[in-house]
């Protein structure tokens, strides 16, 4: 099967090419190359061919031979998409939707979309379920929404999306991301032996580490077709439900040394427990890992790196910083295009 991945250089897109290509399908891979300054360590032996491309700007030709499509390159988590919102609609909505459409014209059956379980913004129930009705709170969450609703439409005997609304990533990789809570936390407890709390940590969030998240999108790829046809799958699993709090006082355990404090309760009041019972119908799909051995692996990895403040700190493993450089010094145009004045730039 060959299978046409975005987001290749991001943080689950650098992990799952690797999966995929292991377990022998062909990849080609799309990324538009924002974070590429963020790598942290060096991951797989063998990536895949990388088309650098911008998902706004793939053709028809694009996708010839393909059998499926992995979809997740879009602006990333709430802060950046808030950033620029007309801009975060036409990437994550609009740019979303343009890819499935080429996608169905090319007679692409299987094409599986990354959402996120921050549809669901304030939790109106106790457990949350692929049936709750989405509450998005950001732009970054609506465009989740409305791509869902969209490509929901277009599902036919021809088209088969499946949904993955994920829950919140954490884990080793190596175009890191710093600015997801339990990577943050252990951030900081390594480099500056504190995890100062601003809030006092009670809402809850589900956590799932990002190579559980390849190991579902491989066993959606790899279910029977009427098992996923239009079907929205919450990725992770019940018992990874954490408030904030516990995630802040598992990581203080395992960075041994480190003082944690709390502070009042925070701006943020989107808090949700979600039920990943649903997914467990997919062949072969359960979390391996959980916040504790997440913690541990990161510990590992700052041991093996010796990770510093000043990487740690570094624009490239946090989305908002890299964008707003990337901004600044004009590499990317008010569309968020690469600018056409790097093509005089001779490489070194």
């Given at each position: 099967?060959?299978?046409?991945?975005?987001?290749?250089?991001?943080?689950?897109g650098s992990l799952l090419a690797p999966t995929l290509l292991r377990k022998g399908y062909?990849?080609?891979?799309?990324?538009?190359?924002?974070?590429?300054?963020?790598?942290?360590?060096?991951?797989?032996?063998?990536?895949?061919?990388?088309?650098?491309?911008?998902?706004?700007?793939?053709?028809?030709?694009?996708?010839?031979?393909?059998?499926?499509?992995?979809?997740?390159?879009?602006?990333?988590?709430?802060?950046?998409?808030?950033?620029?919102?007309?801009?975060?609609?036409?990437?994550?909505?609009?740019?979303?939707?343009?890819?499935?459409?080429?996608?169905?014209?090319?007679?692409?059956?299987?094409?599986?979309?990354?959402?996120?379980?921050?549809?669901?913004?304030?939790?109106?129930?106790?457990?949350?379920?692929?049936?709750?009705?989405?509450?998005?709170?950001?732009?970054?969450?609506?465009?989740?929404?409305?791509?869902?609703?969209?490509?929901?439409?277009?599902?036919?005997?021809?088209?088969?999306?499946?949904?993955?609304?994920?829950?919140?990533?954490?884990?080793?990789?190596?175009?890191?991301?710093?600015?997801?809570?339990?990577?943050?936390?252990?951030?900081?407890?390594?480099t500056t032996q504190e995890i100062k709390m601003i809030?006092?940590?009670?809402?809850?969030?589900?956590?799932?580490?990002?190579?559980?998240?390849?190991?579902?999108?491989?066993?959606?790829?790899?279910?029977?077709?009427?098992?996923?046809?239009?079907?929205?799958?919450?990725?992770?699993?019940?018992?990874?439900?954490?408030?904030?709090?516990?995630?802040?006082?598992?990581?203080?355990?395992?960075?041994?040394?480190?003082?944690?404090?709390?502070?009042?309760?925070?701006?943020?009041?989107?808090?949700?427990?979600?039920?990943?019972?649903?997914?467990?119908?997919?062949?072969?799909?359960?979390?391996?890992?959980?916040?504790?051995?997440?913690?541990?692996?990161?510990?590992?990895?700052?041991?093996?790196?010796?990770?510093?403040?000043?990487?740690?700190?570094?624009?490239?493993?946090?989305?908002?910083?890299?964008?707003?450089?990337?901004?600044?010094?004009?590499?990317?145009?008010?569309?968020?295009?690469?600018?056409?004045?790097?093509?005089?730039?001779?490489?070194?």
């Amino acid at each position: 099967m060959k299978v046409l991945v975005t987001g290749t250089e991001g943080y689950l897109g650098s992990l799952l090419a690797p999966t995929l290509l292991r377990k022998g399908y062909e990849v080609l891979a799309v990324d538009t190359g924002f974070y590429k300054s963020g790598w942290l360590y060096n991951g797989a032996a063998q990536t895949a061919h990388t088309l650098n491309k911008d998902i706004r700007h793939l053709t028809p030709g694009d996708l010839q031979q393909i059998d499926a499509v992995v979809h997740m390159a879009e602006l990333s988590n709430d802060p950046t998409g808030q950033l620029s919102p007309n801009i975060t609609y036409d990437i994550n909505h609009k740019g979303s939707v343009h890819l499935a459409n080429l996608a169905k014209l090319a007679g692409i059956d299987r094409f599986i979309y990354m959402s996120s379980c921050s549809v669901y913004g304030v939790a109106t129930e106790d457990e949350i379920t692929e049936k709750s009705p989405p509450n998005p709170q950001t732009i970054y969450a609506i465009c989740k929404t409305l791509v869902e609703q969209d490509l929901q439409a277009m599902a036919d005997d021809h088209f088969s999306p499946t949904f993955l609304r994920n829950a919140t990533a954490y884990g080793a990789s190596p175009r890191m991301r710093f600015d997801i809570v339990l990577n943050n936390l252990a951030g900081y407890a390594w480099t500056t032996q504190e995890i100062k709390m601003i809030s006092d940590g009670t809402p809850w969030r589900p956590l799932v580490h990002a190579l559980d998240i390849c190991k579902a999108i491989v066993c959606a790829l790899e279910a029977p077709r009427d098992l996923v046809h239009n079907q929205i799958f919450n990725v992770g699993d019940s018992a990874q439900n954490y408030q904030v709090k516990e995630i802040a006082e598992i990581v203080a355990e395992i960075f041994e040394g480190c003082q944690l404090s709390f502070g009042d309760s925070g701006s943020d009041n989107r808090s949700y427990r979600v039920s990943f019972e649903k997914i467990k119908v997919l062949p072969g799909f359960k979390c391996d890992w959980n916040a504790r051995l997440g913690a541990i692996q990161l510990f590992d990895l700052f041991s093996q790196i010796d990770l510093c403040s000043d990487v740690f700190f570094f624009r490239g493993f946090t989305r908002l910083k890299q964008l707003q450089y990337l901004i600044k010094t004009q590499q990317i145009d008010p569309n968020f295009f690469w600018s056409r004045q790097n093509e005089n730039i001779l490489p070194l």
